[in-house]
T-cell receptor, first 110, second 114 residues
Framework: GNSVTQMEGPVTLSEEAFLTINCTYT??????LFWYVQYPGEGLQLLLK?????DKGSNKGFEATYRKETTSFHLEKGSVQVSDSAVYFC?????????FGTGTRLQVFP | GAVVSQHPSWVICKSGTSVKIECRSL??????MFWYRQFPKQSLMLMAT?????????EQGVEKDKFLINHASLTLSTLTVTSAHPEDSSFYIC??????????FGSGTQLSVL
């Protein structure tokens, strides 16, 4: 079936460090891929997306590239800030449903 | 921008009681809302799709008599956990919108059943 696997957190970084949060997926066909972010006390928000192989989604300094050969959609940011502390969810869409990963908590310290 | 409000943020209840969670779309009409559940260290799982004016569509394995969904208006959907038991303790999230790119989520409700 369709599924999303994310690295377990929490991921703890110092400010300005490089971030990678791994995400791999299992799906038939060509799903769209998403990263959502949930800041403390708020609802999930769409961070970025990619709809086909080799597409790169980017927003707020975050990037993720749709890699069909490795079935991955890893989230990266070159220099994290304290304000990036949140829970990040990788997801794929199949027909009319979103399938989420477990979420990865990121903690950035000054 | 559009906002989805979910209440309460957390609730503690005794085993056997029922708990109602509200999900409101504040500045748009939502003909469809979604209810998710997340257990610790597990994926956010879709429970059901709430349709205004009609019955909800439940995912496989979700008990419709246990999790009552009512979508009586275009701005409000409620999830009632009936006769709650400790295994129902979980994080519940609602969402509403059109398409995955314009999907807005509530901040979630942490339910703890004692």
């Amino acid at each position: 079936g369709n599924s999303v696997t994310q690295m377990e957190g929490p991921v703890t970084l110092s400010e300005e460090a490089f971030l990678t949060i791994n995400c791999t997926y299992t799906a038939t066909g060509y799903p769209s891929l998403f990263w959502y972010v949930q800041y403390p006390g708020e609802g999930l928000q769409l961070l970025l997306k990619a709809t086909k192989a080799d597409d790169k989604g980017s927003n707020k300094g975050f990037e993720a590239t749709y890699r069909k050969e490795t079935t991955s959609f890893h989230l990266e940011k070159g220099s994290v800030q304290v304000s990036d502390s949140a829970v990040y969810f990788c997801a794929l869409s199949k027909t009319d449903k979103l399938i989420f990963g477990t979420g990865t908590r990121l903690q950035v310290f000054p | 921008g559009a906002v989805v409000s979910q209440h309460p943020s957390w609730v503690i209840c005794k085993s056997g009681t029922s708990v109602k969670i509200e999900c409101r779309s504040l500045d748009f009409q939502a003909t469809t809302m979604f209810w998710y559940r997340q257990f610790p260290k597990q994926s956010l799982m879709l429970m059901a799709t709430s349709n205004e004016g009609s019955k909800a569509t439940y995912e496989q394995g979700v008990e419709k008599d246990k999790f009552l969904i009512n979508h009586a208006s275009l701005t409000l959907s409620t999830l009632t956990v009936t006769s709650a038991h400790p295994e129902d303790s979980s994080f519940y999230i609602c969402s509403a919108g059109r398409g995955f790119e314009k999907l807005f989520f509530g901040s979630g409700t942490q339910l703890s059943v004692l």
